[in-house]
């Protein structure tokens, strides 16, 4: 089964590749996304939408109409998402959302979505129109502030990292034999140009570290003040200004700030892989930067090969680089992360020991368990024990926070 949307219409015959191709010019000249050029050529219909997300994906299809709409849910979901990808939030439980929206297979909807709820979603579908008229309803109409927002998103050479980010550092990054390598060259391209590592391919399971890294580049060559100019985005926001550009009419401009950077760092490249307007974009952008030796470094959930919505091209761009993954760190490091973490803390040896023993694979949910053992022991007034630890860890093991 296709992963992206488009992928399926060309794979189930609804709609031709050359069809595919003239919606997509007309998007560089008239803005809109994919889909709706297919339907503005004919070429696709709402209903034909409708009917593929119902009987080959079994989407249930329900009339916003009839459905009373939970406050609490509402709040979950930010309007901003709600009315750029067509989503009302319905029912809320305690581990799940359930949503209705025109496209469940769009993978950018779906990501943002959950990052912003932090829980399951369970999406059903209904008719665009529909669910206009119900985000004005009760999301209010677009304010004009949003709108100019929209059209300013061009911004400067190198878009401001969240400052929750500027703590990634190679210094902080405790290594071991799972990441060494991925540390190594990473580090080396922050210093340096060389066509050995160029592109940079960076993949591991969320939590890992891959990110961290990714932003140390950018933090190390930011603090230095070197020649070398550096632009950091993650896929999400490349494809939000890039939409912003064609439908400001100011590709020039986009393209522009390309030209001038020395390296391109880019944070889950598979997030464009459904959308065939930024592929075409970034490769275009891929190979001038690249055939001017300038570094290109991305990093993603996936080694390029299982990237399946990822055009051949691109995938094949990234095979011809140099690839490491990082794994998940063995016990003896997962104790080196937690001494490094615990610096300032009175946390003894053994319950590091114990959390590390338990919490195996991600280093984010490790760190998450420490943060909670030293919360307990600062506001409790209490000494850290074993049964302490293990009832945290019992609750946070059998409600494991969402991950992408």
């Known amino acids: 089964m296709a992963e992206s949307f488009i992928g399926t219409l060309l794979e189930l015959g609804i709609i031709t590749r050359e069809q595919l191709d003239e919606a997509i010019s007309r998007q560089w000249k008239e803005g809109g996304d994919t889909e709706e050029n297919l339907v503005r050529l004919g070429y696709f219909t709402e209903e034909s939408l409708i009917t593929l997300l119902s009987r080959k994906f079994h989407y249930h299809i329900l009339d916003l109409n009839e459905l009373k709409m939970s406050p609490e849910a509402m709040k979950l979901v930010p309007s901003w998402i709600a009315k750029r990808f067509f989503i009302i939030p319905v029912r809320q439980s305690d581990t799940s959302?359930?949503?209705?929206?025109?496209?469940?297979?769009?993978?950018?909807?779906?990501?943002?979505?959950?990052?912003?709820?932090?829980?399951?979603?369970?999406?059903?579908?209904?008719?665009?129109?529909?669910?206009?008229?119900?985000?004005?309803?009760?999301?209010?109409?677009?304010?004009?502030?949003?709108?100019?927002?929209?059209?300013?998103?061009?911004?400067?050479?190198?878009?401001?990292i969240p400052s929750l980010l500027k703590k990634y550092t190679f210094e902080n990054f405790v290594t071991g034999k799972c990441n060494d390598f991925a540390y190594s060259v990473a580090l080396s391209v922050a210093r340096t140009y060389s066509d050995d590592s160029n592109p940079f391919f960076i993949y591991s399971d969320i939590g890992l570290g891959k990110t961290h890294l990714l932003v140390s580049i950018w933090n190390y060559m930011i603090e230095r003040q070197q020649s070398r100019k550096v632009l950091f985005y993650s896929s999400d926001r490349f494809v939000e200004e890039l939409r912003a550009a064609i439908e400001s009419k100011r590709m020039d401009e986009f393209k522009d700030q390309y030209k001038a950077i020395d390296i391109l760092l880019i944070d889950d490249i598979g997030l464009i892989a459904g959308d065939e307007v930024a592929q075409q974009q970034f490769f275009h952008i891929f190979n001038e930067l690249f055939q001017n030796s300038k570094q290109i470094v991305v990093t993603s959930d996936r080694p390029p090969k299982e990237l399946s919505t990822l055009s051949q091209r691109l995938r094949s761009r990234f095979e011809g680089g140099l690839i490491a993954e990082i794994e998940a760190p063995d016990l003896e490091t997962r104790v080196a992360i937690l001494k490094f973490k615990a610096k300032g803390a009175k946390v003894p040896n053994e319950i590091l020991s114990l959390i590390a023993e338990r919490v195996t694979t991600n280093v984010r949910e490790l760190e998450g368990v420490l943060k909670e053992v030293i919360a307990f022991s600062r506001y409790e007034k209490e000494p850290i024990t074993k049964e302490v630890v293990e009832k945290i860890l019992q609750r946070r093991l059998v409600l494991k926070p969402y991950t992408e």
């Open 97 to 160: 959302l359930a949503v209705v929206m025109t496209n469940p297979l769009d993978r950018e909807a779906m990501s943002n979505l959950r990052k912003s709820v932090y829980l399951d979603v369970f999406p059903f579908v209904a008719k665009k129109s529909d669910i206009e008229s119900a985000l004005t309803k009760y999301y209010g109409p677009s304010l004009p502030e949003e709108e100019m927002h929209k059209a300013t998103l061009i911004s400067k050479m190198a878009p401001p």
